[in-house]
């Protein structure tokens, strides 16, 4: 895609004031380093990293139909989701594929908040558009979004509200912060504790640059953003997770809620619960490659024998744990944690184990129950 085809966000001048190297993702011009991806990848588990995700998709869902209709087309229980809190979903197909993956909340009094991929956002609020009927209604926010990562993201925030402090991992809130009406959920795509921050689009820069005043924050790319959410076990759309796989097959099955695999009722269900009941044919696993050069998307991977069974969909450098990571899709045969497997890298072989995701312990805020 040309520079001249791609959209951008309200802060490409700012990316651009700090020397960020640009690249085209998910129809946008975004920022994908820094300083370099290892250095960006560092400060945020050491400290705090600030994302701009702005090409990300926001919407409302309104209208006393709007969770009874949204729950159509996603496997979880929303009904019982309390105000102020959010649930990670799937948006299925009628084959139980996962069209993309998303995040929904009730930060509002009435309705849904929810936030969908850059690279599906189109394809995703035209199907929800042209599928709620009664009186559910889409409404799309032109808004940017902000992502503050890492260990010191809640020392930074509650600097400039207090009542941050004490959201827990998946709260989901409305609050007057940096004198503008944002939407605040304590949440992210880094296996760090953080906040995503939704603040109108012409605040963006000036709240951008009052997070960096802080020392203890840095701007974080793209590239980053995915070596941390790669060691943190979790599937990026388009390549782990795509329309033609299932909840099952990508290890999804938490976001199945259980009163709704009780109903049955969502798009896909009857491939998704035969799938539970009988196994998929494939599934996702983490592996750690014990040798060689990282194990890009599209590596096969081969049994102990050298016989092809399946591909690689992430992969690359782990530099927290110092050795190459990567997740793909095996039968359930070869799953089972320990396997020794072999990863084929420009065609040579290369011992690999099957491991537990994630392959670096997530730090999410939970709250001590009262």
Known sequence: MSDQALKTTPLNAAHRALGARMVGFGGYDMPVQY????????????????????????????????????????????????????????LLNGQGGIMDDLMAGKPFEDGLYVVVNAG????DFAFLNANLSGDAKLEVLDRALLAIQG???????????????????????????????????????????????????????????QLLADARVKPVG??????????????LHGHDIDAGTTPVEAALTFALSKSRKERADFAGADVILK???DGA?????????KEGAPAREGAEIADADGAVIGKITSGGPSPTLGHNIAMGYVPPAF???????????????????????????????RKPKA
């Open 222 to 235: 793209l590239g980053a953003r995915d070596s941390l959410r790669l060691e943190a076990g979790l599937p």
């Open 281 to 289: 044919a494939r599934v996702r696993v983490g592996l750690h490659v």
């Open 35 to 90: 300083e370099g991806v290892l250095a960006e990848h560092r400060w945020t588990r050491e400290h705090a990293g600030l994302f701009d995700v702005s090409h990300m998709g926001q919407a409302r869902i309104t209208g006393a139909d709007a969770i009874a209709q949204f729950e159509r087309f996603v496997p979880g229980d929303y009904a019982i989701v309390k105000p102020g809190k959010q649930k990670y979903s799937l």
């Open 151 to 209: 260990p010191e993201a809640a020392e930074v925030m509650a600097k400039h509200e207090p009542a941050l402090g004490d959201m827990g991992f998946m709260d989901c809130r409305t609050i007057r912060l940096f004198d503008e009406d944002c939407i605040v959920s304590r949440s992210g795509y880094t296996g760090e504790d953080g906040y995503e921050i939704s603040v109108p689009a012409a605040a963006a820069e000036r709240v951008w640059s």
């Open 120 to 123: 599906n956002k189109d394809a």
């Open 275 to 277: 799938q539970l009941a």
């Open 335 to 365: 799953a089972e944690l320990g396997t020794t497997l072999k990863v084929l890298v420009r065609g040579r072989p290369a011992a690999a184990e099957v491991i537990a995701t994630p392959f670096v312990a997530t730090r999410y805020y």
